[in-house]
């Protein structure tokens, strides 16, 4: 059955700082990914997707992620933290039949000065 | 690029009321649109997936009677909850999808029934 993973409900990081969110699925066929984040009361925002091609990913507001196979994983990388980066993360599998996504748990990211 | 929009972004309605919750993809024409509910703190919950023009799929669990979904054209799905309880106080998203294994979120509709 196809599930993902998010090991982390929240972390806390330094502004400034590096961030890696991580993100494992199970998926039997190769796995649409995509990484959300979600700011209180408000909708999801897309950050990134991987359909197929190289695969690390450049998305939006200098979020990168990198699909492993091998590992099963898709973890999201930030260099360097702003505080307006505070807010939840969701990693979700788009299946390639039916098009339904499969949500992780999401991550609390807090970031403090 | 695509966006989805749903009315109204807040609603408060009395116990055993109905309420209706719109979801319009904007720009693009949906073939399916699906139904989420989240809790505090929570994770997205599938709640149903709808084509246009057919009855929608409820996952298992989602009371479809009290969740009446419609999904009248490529651009329009809705939500009715009826009856509403307290316990059916959430933050509902629904999300449309324009055939490229790529779903785009609504802005969210916060429930609260009194």
């Known amino acids: 059955a196809q599930s993902v993973t998010q090991p982390d409900i929240h972390i806390t990081v330094s502004e400034g700082a590096s961030l890696e969110l991580r993100c494992n699925y199970s998926?039997?066929?190769?796995?649409?990914l995509f990484w959300y984040v979600q700011s209180p009361g408000q909708g999801l925002q897309l950050l990134l997707k991987y359909f197929s091609g190289d695969t690390l990913v450049q998305g939006i507001k200098g979020f990168e992620a990198e699909f492993k196979r091998s590992q099963s994983s898709f973890n999201l990388r930030k260099p360097s933290v702003h505080w307006s980066d505070a807010a939840e993360y969701f990693c979700a599998v788009g299946a390639n039949t039916g098009n339904q996504f499969y949500f992780g748990t999401g991550t609390s990211l807090t970031v403090i000065p | 690029g695509a966006v989805v929009s749903q009315h109204p972004s807040r609603v408060i309605c009395k116990s055993g009321t109905s309420v209706k919750i719109e979801c319009r993809s904007l720009?693009?024409?949906?073939?399916?649109m699906f139904w989420y509910r989240q809790f505090p703190k929570q994770s997205l919950m599938l709640m149903a997936t709808?084509?246009?023009?057919?009855?929608?799929?409820?996952e298992q669990g989602v009371e479809k009677d009290k969740f009446l979904i419609n999904h009248a054209s490529l651009t329009l799905s809705t939500l009715t909850v009826t009856s509403a309880h307290p316990e059916d106080s959430s933050f509902y998203i629904c999300s449309a999808d324009d055939s490229t294994y790529e779903q785009y979120f609504g802005p969210g509709t916060r429930l609260t029934v009194t």
């Open positions: 720009d693009f024409q949906a073939t399916t």
């Open positions: 998926y039997g066929a190769t796995p649409y």
């Open positions: 709808s084509n246009e023009g057919s009855k929608a799929t409820y």
